[in-house]
């Protein structure tokens, strides 16, 4: 006999710089309000969210989601960075300025960068299915045509061996 599911009431809090969403299914989040809701001050925290879209528009400090599922993310400007835990099938879209987006624990990540945000570094751990995009050079970056775009994975499996007193680990191509 299946356990039965028991949905959790979405919950929404604001306190000390701090943004927390929690259980949030199906409905989509913007927030653009310069001021209240958007401040390069405030982390924005979202738990257990799914099936949904999160657009953050202006410039905020960071953003983390954990145990999120089918979730697609806009942000214009994120100073600090943006970190995925315990995660499946998240995408991530980056406009103006993204440094760093983390992936930890976490299944089938898509990330879409601009000309703006090409420069963002991506640290995965543990991480799987995950793919980068990003314009081509002097390619319009708002254009979808895919003739416009790279799309590469990011490697899983990693070869590592001594070569004399050191440790050395590359992306292992194929295992053939």
């Known amino acids: 006999m299946k356990k039965a599911v028991v949905k959790k009431e979405p919950k929404k809090n604001f306190k000390n710089k701090n943004w927390v969403f929690e259980n949030y299914n199906g409905e989509n989040i913007t927030l653009d ?10 982390v924005y925290n979202f738990y257990s969210c799914s099936n949904m879209e999160i657009r953050l528009v ?5 953003v983390n989601l954990e145990g999120c599922k ?30 760093t987006l983390t992936a930890e624990n976490t299944n089938e990540v898509y990330l879409h960068l601009t000309h703006k945000t090409i420069g963002c570094k ?12 990003f314009p081509k050079e002097g390619a319009d970056d708002t254009d979808n045509d895919q003739v416009n775009w790279h799309r590469a994975p990011i490697a899983e499996i990693y070869e590592t061996c001594v ?3 050191s440790i050395v680990t590359i992306p292992a191509e194929s295992l053939e």
């Not at 202006?58 to 960071?62: A, F, L, N, T, V």
């Not at 089918?70 to 835990?85: G, N, P, R």
């Open 122 to 133: 991506l640290f995965t751990t543990c991480a799987r299915s995950v793919w980068i995009r």
């Open 58 to 62: 202006g410039k905020i400090k960071s």
């Open 163 to 165: 070569k004399g007193d």
């Open 33 to 42: 309000k310069q001021g209240e809701d958007i401040d390069k001050g405030f």
């Open 70 to 99: 089918k979730v697609a993310l806009y942000v214009d400007s994120v100073i600090a960075e943006v970190a995925l835990m315990n995660c499946n099938s998240i995408k991530v879209f980056g406009k103006d300025n993204l440094k």
